[in-house]
């Protein structure tokens, strides 16, 4: 599932292709797509007609386009999220369409000689495109945030992501430290890939229990979660497949950098010892025994 840095990257993209244009048209290919936007296909093609986008915005996982007053007298934002394998392309509107497009958005300006339109290609369909409004950011940032998703919290490379309160926040929670990267109440945009590669950086297992954490070393997980995803988006992202593409299609080159994730009984590139995959959370998880050791009285899985 794409993580944060795959998500910004996607974000840059659009910026240099969608915001300032004006949407002409809507075409939902596949209802699964829109699923959450509970007034139907009709409505949210009408709805999106006719606005101009602004320049995207991105809140862990969540992609969102805001734009300015539409026909029902406000304004919004086109929200999305990409699932598991969740594409946002944009390309020449002439291009036959792809295999799995399930919507797609062509502007004022589409039938331009270099003219482009805005597709979302989902294979598997687990991603979803909605429009809602936009409210207040419960977190103090300047700019609002789509209402369906204001209860998460900020990223960690959000100018509105409080450290202190994160480590007070892991103290209270009582639970295992990668359970606690998962919460997106607690931290968003971090996934199973990116949790594995931070815990192993900061060389913790991810039973170890939050409360245990000292302030330095929580201080360390989070500088290592920043390090880890900083690296992924100059890296463009992690692709396994051609399942996450950046809105030119292009692969991320991440994967060719991970120390622990996906790297069963491979050395560790720290000490040598075998990588070890344990079942978390019904996925799985990835770590070095010795850098990371198992904590007293947890059982391997």
């Not at 062509?106 to 805005?118: C, E, H, Q, S, Y």
């Not at 209402?147 to 929670?173: C, M, N, S, T, W």
């Not at 229990?209 to 463009?236: D, F, I, Q």
């Not at 950046?246 to 991440?254: D, H, Q, R």
Request: net charge positive; glycine share 10%.
């Amino acid at each position: 599932m794409p993580e944060l840095p795959e998500v910004e990257v996607v974000r840059r993209g659009l910026a240099d292709w969608v915001a300032g244009r004006t949407i002409s048209t809507v075409e939902v290919l596949h209802p699964r797509a829109i699923r959450r936007y509970l007034p139907g296909e009709s409505e949210f093609s009408a709805r999106l007609a006719g606005v101009t986008l602004a320049g995207p915005k991105r809140r862990g996982k969540y992609l969102w386009l805001p734009y300015g007053e539409d026909d029902a007298g406000g304004g919004g934002a086109v929200l999305a999220h990409l699932g598991m394998s969740g594409q946002l392309l944009v390309g020449a509107a002439s291009a036959a369409p792809q295999k799995h497009l399930r919507v797609r958005f062509t502007f004022t300006d589409t039938g331009t000689p270099d003219g482009t339109d805005l597709r979302f290609v989902d294979q598997r369909t687990f991603g979803h495109l909605m429009v809602c409004p936009l409210v207040p950011d419960r977190a103090g940032g300047a700019d609002p945030v789509p209402d369906v998703i204001a209860h998460i919290a900020p990223d960690p490379f959000e100018a509105a992501f409080d450290d202190a309160a994160f480590f007070v926040a892991l103290k209270r929670k009582q639970t295992g430290v990668k359970r606690a990267l998962l919460d997106q109440s607690l931290i968003s945009g971090v996934g199973n890939i990116y949790a594995d590669e931070a815990l192993w950086l900061a060389k913790l297992h991810g039973e170890r229990l939050t409360s245990t954490l000292t302030r330095p070393k929580a201080a360390e997980l989070l500088a290592s979660v920043r390090e880890v995803m900083g690296a992924a988006l100059t890296a463009g992202g992690t692709s396994f497949d051609s399942l996450y593409v950046n809105v030119n299609g292009e692969s991320g080159y991440f994967a060719r950098s991970l120390n622990a994730y996906g790297r069963r009984d491979e050395p560790c590139p720290r000490c040598g010892t075998p990588i070890r995959r344990e079942v978390f959370m019904n996925r799985s998880s990835y770590s070095c025994p010795k850098c990371q050791p198992r904590p007293r009285g947890v059982k391997a899985s």
